[in-house]
């Protein structure tokens, strides 16, 4: 398969953010920016990939500034890095005021998606390389976050197991 640069997936949404978006506060639900930032993530990854793509895990979303009601929201997403079947995705969210043009990054977060064939099992992705120093820097940080995630997601397997498909004190009874 044919390395790919990182700039080949580059993804961008923005919306505006209307009445239905917004909590009783007048702010975006965060819900509603997890979905803009799943999707676009997730064309990134099939744009890169070329195939079908599922998300994998989401890192940490932390809501850094509100998004106003009547502001919009541009989303930016593209792969940082690949292993044989799954892709990291970076994606950055930012807030733009539309009267008064003042723009914030309200949100960052990475995630993994893994490409599936036909028959919905993992298939390989092209690998990804870095050309600018920001792509560089999220590039080589990159296994380490891979290692991270998948020390959590044992802990997810084993939360899972210990609390199985019951409510916990149903067991107790």
Not at 29 to 37: D, K, P, T, V
Not at 87 to 95: H, L, N, Q
Not at 127 to 154: C, D, F, Q, T, W
Request: charged content about 25%; proline content about 5%.
């Amino acid at each position: 398969m044919e390395r790919k640069p990182c700039s080949n997936s580059l993804t961008v949404k923005t919306a505006h953010v209307l009445p239905p978006d917004a909590n009783t506060h007048g702010t975006l639900f965060g819900g509603r920016l997890m979905a803009h930032i799943d999707d676009v993530a997730a064309i990134a990854a099939a744009r890169h990939a070329r195939k079908t793509v599922v998300t994998a895990s989401t890192d940490s979303v932390d809501f850094l500034e509100p998004v106003k009601e009547g502001d919009s929201i541009c989303v930016e997403a593209f792969v940082t890095w690949t292993h044989h079947t799954s892709m990291e995705v970076f994606v950055k969210a930012v807030t733009e005021d539309l009267l008064t043009g003042d723009r914030k990054v309200c949100s960052t977060a990475f995630l993994t998606f893994v490409a599936i064939d036909d028959a919905g099992k993992p298939t390989q992705v092209p690998s990804v390389y870095p050309v600018s120093e920001i792509e560089k820097m999220l590039h080589e940080g990159a296994p380490i976050r891979a290692k991270h995630r998948n020390e959590r997601r044992k802990q997810s397997k084993k939360m899972a197991a210990t609390f199985g498909t019951d409510f916990p004190w149903d067991s107790e009874r």
